[in-house]
């Protein structure tokens, strides 16, 4: 099984408060192939800089992370999260493309691919990021056969976007019975 992991799933599993946590803390652990996108990292780099400056990340006193600067101390803790949980980043290209009537634009293909989706899908920008690099992780070979995520947005708008990638939307507990877990 090759799951996307939307960063609402990271979140919830290192937050012992959040009601998703004990499902995505052990989806996380399962030794199956766990995808994000060079987005999911952005957004994982901006959830732990507002949470590590408002005093909800609490550093354990006098490690090596407290000698280090705000911005370094969110990096080391978003590639943390993303080595412990074996969360694989695979490369995506640059292409350029144009959606008639707006001008050609060289930008990230999962950016790209989210400028066709958005007017059908009426989500986010955050979500349709995400579903525009799952669409281009499958057409660079790779597979996914579930986004997992807790954001409500994405999971009302299931069979859109189903129809639009071909993969299923599910929470983390729907994937833990489905894998029987």
């Known amino acids: 099984m090759n799951v996307y992991i939307d960063t609402s799933v990271l979140v ?4 012992p408060n959040d009601e998703h946590h004990d499902d995505s803390r052990s989806l996380m652990t399962l030794p199956i192939k766990k995808l994000g996108s060079p987005y999911t990292v952005l957004e994982l780099c901006c959830v732990v800089s507002r949470e590590l400056r408002r005093g909800k990340i609490q550093l354990p006193p006098y490690t090596e992370l407290n000698r280090l ?3 370094e101390r969110v990096l080391v803790i978003v590639r943390y999260i993303i080595e412990s949980f074996n969360l694989e980043i695979p490369p995506l290209a640059m292409i350029e493309t144009t959606l008639s009537p707006l001008p050609s634009v060289t930008c990230a293909s999962e950016v790209a691919t989210a400028l066709y989706l958005a007017p059908r899908l009426c989500l ?3 979500a349709v ?4 690099s799952v669409a281009i992780l499958k057409r660079l070979g ?9 954001d409500p947005a994405f999971l009302e708008l299931q069979p859109e976007i189903k129809s639009s990638v071909g993969v299923d939307v599910v929470t983390p507990r729907d994937l833990l019975r489905r894998l029987g877990v």
């Open 12 to 15: 919830s599993a290192f937050s």
């Open 69 to 71: 600067t705000h911005e």
């Open 124 to 126: 986010p920008v955050s």
């Open 129 to 132: 990021l995400h579903i525009g």
């Open 142 to 150: 790779h597979r996914v056969d579930a986004i997992v995520t807790t």
